[in-house]
């Protein structure tokens, strides 16, 4: 299958600054990527679809003014939580559409101090 | 919106016992498709299913789409810890999926 890449793996900040999480494709283009949040034991919740060239398009609930995503590239999509808060401390994983199934990176782990 | 009701969300059995997770959808699905996620890592693809009654196996597993494309399900014959994790349906395409809240199988040696 491709593969897609994420970057932090594993960040930890203090509450008030802003992080930057990188997914890539790296043997693929991906018009579309997708960034999901997973709390301990439950499922994936999808914040927001990422499309190249265009704004991203969020769900219902999720803050676009706080999750800013930026889609550059076919390969790279860009996940910022800005002012970041304990609470946002969570499982972000990014995934690239390809065919009729997503492929999904190794997710980065957030801790807000 | 569409909905995609998972059960049970958490399934603990001994080596060697059979394990079943279902899918339920009050809408007609237009396919099914099947991820596992092993503790501490990312969900990965198993399957996907599109055709009313499919059934497809891969190896021990054995995935099962029904005649009306509204259920779903995935049994494991003869779990082995390696088997661990979570088991999440999925329903949709490239541009979105809507997720079922996974069961997670725990295997004891």
């Known amino acids: 299958g491709a593969v897609v890449s994420q970057h932090p793996s594993r960040v930890i900040c203090k509450s008030g600054t802003s992080v930057k999480i990188e997914c890539r494709s790296l043997?693929?283009?991906?018009?579309?990527m997708f960034w999901y949040r997973q709390f301990p034991k439950q499922s994936l919740m999808l914040m927001a679809t990422?499309?190249?060239?265009?704004?991203?398009?969020?769900e219902q609930g999720v803050e676009k003014d706080k999750f800013l995503i930026n889609h550059a590239s076919l390969t790279l999509s860009t996940l910022t939580v800005t002012s970041a808060h304990p609470e946002d401390s969570s499982f972000y994983i990014c995934?690239?559409?390809?065919?009729?199934?997503?492929?999904f990176g190794p997710g980065t782990r957030l801790t807000v101090l | 919106g569409q909905q995609v009701m998972q059960i049970p969300q958490y399934q603990h059995v001994q080596e060697g016992e059979d394990f079943t997770t279902y899918c339920n959808s009050s809408?007609?699905?237009?396919?099914i498709q099947w991820y596992k996620q092993r503790p501490g890592g990312h969900p990965v693809f198993l399957i996907q299913?599109?055709?009313s009654g499919e059934v497809k196996k891969q190896k021990r597993l054995t995935f099962q789409f029904g005649e009306a494309k509204k259920n779903s399900s995935l049994h494991i014959t003869a779990t082995q810890t390696t088997d661990v994790g979570t088991y999440f349906c999925?329903?949709?395409?490239?541009?979105?999926?809507?997720w079922g809240l996974g069961t997670s199988l725990a295997v004891n040696p």
């Open positions: 299913l599109v055709k």
């Open positions: 990422s499309n190249e060239g265009s704004k991203a398009t969020y």
């Open positions: 809408t007609t699905l237009s396919n």
């Open positions: 999925a329903s949709g395409n490239n541009r979105k999926l809507i």
């Open positions: 043997d693929f283009q991906a018009t579309t």
């Open positions: 995934s690239a559409a390809g065919g009729s199934e997503q492929f």
